[in-house]
Structure formats: C-alpha cells, structure tokens
C-alpha cells in the first residue's frame, strides 16, 4: 500500500531555513506527480507546490522564491526547501501523490502523509 | 488564479439525513477536450490528513461509501451525504486541479 512519511519539521526562527522530506513507498514513486500542501493551525487546506515525474515545478505565489520542491527518484524521495520563513509559514506539511501516472500537473492528490509540523517562531 | 466559494461554512445533520456542500468557482474547470471537470472532495477528519473521496466531480474513490456523491459541472459543485453517519464528522473540501495553484475550498465542517 502507499505511504507518504514527511520528515524535518520542527521550530525554527523567522529568516532562518528548513528542509523538508517525504520519502515514498508502495507505488512507482518516478511515474507520479506530487505535491506539498500545507494546514496553518486550526484553518484550511493550502496548496504549496507541484513537481511532474520528469521535474517540471510549479509553486504557489505565497512561497514562490522562497520555497523550492525537488525530488530524488533514486531515494523514492520528496523535497521542500524553505529558506526565508515568515511567521504566516507556520503549519503542517502534507506531502500528497498525484493520481494517476502522467507527466501533467492537473490531478487529484490520491494519498496523503501524516504531515510534519514547522513552527516559524523567535 | 481561479477563486472558490464553498458554502456552508458549518452544518449540523441529524444521523440518518442529508447534507449538501457546495462550491462555486470563478471559471469552468470543464476541460473540452475530454469532458472532465478537474474537481476533487476531500475529507478531513480530527487530527489525521486528507482523504480523497470524489475525483472528476462525480467519481467516487474506491472504498469510499456509497452515501457520498458527487455532482456538478462547469463552475458549480455539490457533495451530497445521503445518509449522515456518526463517522461523517469532519471537514469537507472541494479542489481544483484545472490549473496552478490548485485552489481549495475553505472546508465545511459537518457535525451531528
């Protein structure tokens, strides 16, 4: 079965950087788009990033320049570098896989990790 | 970036009844070319993550109740739950997928 477990969440100082991972199992990591979705305490659900099979990116404008996802198709891996952090990035990280196998951004995201708290705070 | 409005913000449903959740987005997420509107309902229950239960607006994910349904097309959307159970506490989102970012819905909580 899918798992999706985030790791490198903790408390960190405005300004400062974080590096998130997601390492996959259960399904032929490198066929498949994912993304990263973020839950600021007691709200919604953001859309933070995407990255395709094939490396192409996409962010969100609130983290655009700041935030950069990546993968690591040898390591079944999933990245998100987060430098410059604002107080407002406060939340739980959710990495996500994208449905079916494509190369294209436009899916729905099938499975979802436990998630992984970042704490921006001085 | 395409907009969403998703209503209502709570509700409270006796066991056993209805509750319909709707969202209304600022452009058709119908793709022309396969007919398919690019829309996902999730589900979000206390302390644990997202599950998708309808992807495409209307086809509902393997192993998820038959209670739940899908419908919609264009900009306007709807999950209707049948029958409320005492497992259908949690928050309701709908998402598109039609284009970045992919914008959800600000949730519906669904109560007893």
């Known amino acids: 079965q899918v798992q999706l477990v985030e790791s490198g969440g903790g408390v960190v100082q405005p300004g400062r950087s974080l590096r998130l991972s997601c390492e996959a199992s259960?399904?032929?990591?490198?066929?498949?788009?994912m993304h990263w979705v973020r839950q600021a305490p007691g709200k919604g659900l953001e859309w933070v990033a995407v990255?395709?099979?094939?490396?192409?990116?996409d962010h969100a404008d609130s983290v655009k320049g700041r935030f950069t996802i990546s993968r690591d198709n040898s390591r079944n891996t999933l990245y998100l570098q987060m430098n410059s952090l604002r107080h407002e990035d406060t939340a739980v990280y959710f990495c996500?896989?994208?449905?079916?196998?494509?190369?294209?951004?436009?899916?729905?995201?099938?499975?979802w990790g436990q998630g992984t708290l970042v704490t921006v705070s001085s | 970036d395409i907009v969403v409005i998703q209503s209502p913000d709570s509700l409270a449903v006796s066991l056993g009844e209805r509750a319909t959740i709707n969202c209304k987005f600022s452009?058709?997420?119908?793709?022309?070319?396969?007919?398919?509107?690019?829309l996902a309902w999730y589900q979000q229950k206390p302390g644990q993550s997202p599950k998708l239960l309808i992807r495409w607006a209307s086809t509902r994910e393997s192993g998820v109740p038959d209670r739940f349904s899908g419908s919609g097309s264009g900009t306007d959307f709807t999950l209707t739950i049948s029958s409320l159970q005492a497992e259908d506490v949690a928050v309701y989102y709908c998402q598109q997928y039609y284009a970045t970012p992919h914008t959800f819905g600000p949730g519906t909580k669904v109560d007893i």
């Open positions: 259960g399904f032929t990591f490198s066929n498949h788009g």
């Open positions: 996500a896989k994208a449905g079916p196998p494509s190369g294209s951004f436009y899916h729905y995201l099938d499975s």
């Open positions: 452009q058709s997420l119908l793709y022309n070319s396969n007919k398919r509107n690019y």
């Open positions: 990255i395709s099979y094939d490396d192409n990116k």
